[in-house]
């Protein structure tokens, strides 16, 4: 089978798999699998119920990665998600007891939850893959997908979090209600108990040659041309006071080769760059106060955007 021909088998049986325990999911899976082999990080918003936890562990089990969930709270330390040095008695000597972030994926559960200083030290290990502890550095296991769930609706408790850190999501997926048929089937499978485990479909070895497999799907200069014409608009329009960066595009980028990749193309097509568009540069774009209050939003930008660039032929 060729390379394309892999992406295209992989992303079926992948949902195929997740299914097994989380049904209408097919959308958030794929774009998952899209930032996994694009080496980026996403994050999932939506209220309490919706499985956004349960389909990120299902999604980490299906790939046969190692998976570690993190309880983000007010009271939660750095070292409690990196680790710390201790000094063990019977060794008689200072060792590091790494945290839970050292896993491939993690799932930094209710991250506007934790303080400012706490979410700080997701920062480099978002950016760099590797964390800081007592001044020596150590990377992290390899792929590193870091999995972030926020609730929009909560204001007691909650923290914002910094621009510098939401840039760091490649992607944030809205994760709402199910649609009829899909949480009619969700009842009657937990009503006769239908919902089965989760099987290993791939091992970490697998996971590191699909992504550069991914890498190697090809953009045109046209199609750079066009993501660069999307994002200079979100920078210039009066109406925004940030618009998306330099990270925004390259991830961008990134992102619709993995795409690409899944749909089982050697090439990117600019339907890939507007499918992507809206969940990689929503987030990362702030419109002016004035602009907000009439109820103006990124996403109507985005929108507006798209509709009125040229696509290239």
């Given amino acids: 089978m060729n390379k394309e021909g892999r992406g295209r088998e992989f992303i079926e049986r992948l949902k195929e798999e997740?299914?097994?325990a989380a049904v209408g999911m097919d959308e958030v899976v794929e774009l998952l699998a899209v930032t996994m082999l694009s080496g980026g990080h996403v994050a999932l918003e939506g209220i309490p119920g919706v499985?956004?936890?349960?389909?990120a562990n299902a999604f980490a089990s299906a790939i046969g990665l190692s998976f570690s969930r993190i309880q983000l709270t007010p009271d939660l330390m750095p070292a409690d998600i990196i680790g710390s040095v201790f000094y063990d008695q019977k060794e008689m000597k200072f060792r590091v007891r790494k945290g839970p972030i050292f896993a491939n994926i993690i799932l930094a559960?209710?991250?506007n939850r934790a303080t400012p200083k706490t979410q700080s030290a997701l920062l480099e290990a978002m950016q760099e893959q590797q964390v800081t502890i007592e001044g020596t550095t150590y990377p992290l296991p390899k792929p590193f997908l870091a999995i972030a769930t926020m609730n929009p609706v909560e204001t007691e408790g909650v923290y914002n979090l910094?621009?510098?850190?939401l840039d760091r999501f490649m992607i944030k997926i809205q994760v709402g209600y199910l649609d009829r048929n899909n949480e009619l089937l969700l009842l009657r499978k937990k009503e006769s108990?239908?919902?089965?485990?989760?099987?290993?479909?791939?091992?970490?070895n697998d996971v590191l040659s699909l992504m550069k497999n991914a890498q190697k799907v090809k953009a045109s200069k046209v199609i750079i041309d066009y993501i660069y014409e999307i994002l200079s608009r979100t920078r210039n329009d009066e109406r925004v006071l940030l618009g998306a960066s330099p990270r925004a595009a390259?991830?961008?980028?990134?992102?619709?080769?993995?795409?690409?990749?899944?749909?089982?193309?050697?090439?990117?097509?600019p339907d890939d760059i507007k499918e992507l568009a809206s969940c990689a540069l929503c987030h990362r774009i702030i419109i002016k106060t004035e602009h907000e209050i009439d109820g103006f939003k990124s996403v109507a930008l985005v929108k507006e955007i798209l509709d009125d660039v040229e696509v290239p032929k």
């Fill in 162 to 165: 910094p621009e510098a850190q």
């Fill in 109 to 111: 559960d209710e991250i």
């Fill in 18 to 20: 997740v299914s097994n």
């Fill in 250 to 269: 390259e991830q961008l980028l990134f992102g619709s080769k993995s795409l690409a990749f899944l749909r089982g193309r050697a090439y990117v097509i």
């Fill in 51 to 55: 499985a956004k936890t349960t389909v």
């Fill in 193 to 204: 108990s239908e919902f089965n485990t989760v099987e290993k479909m791939m091992n970490c």
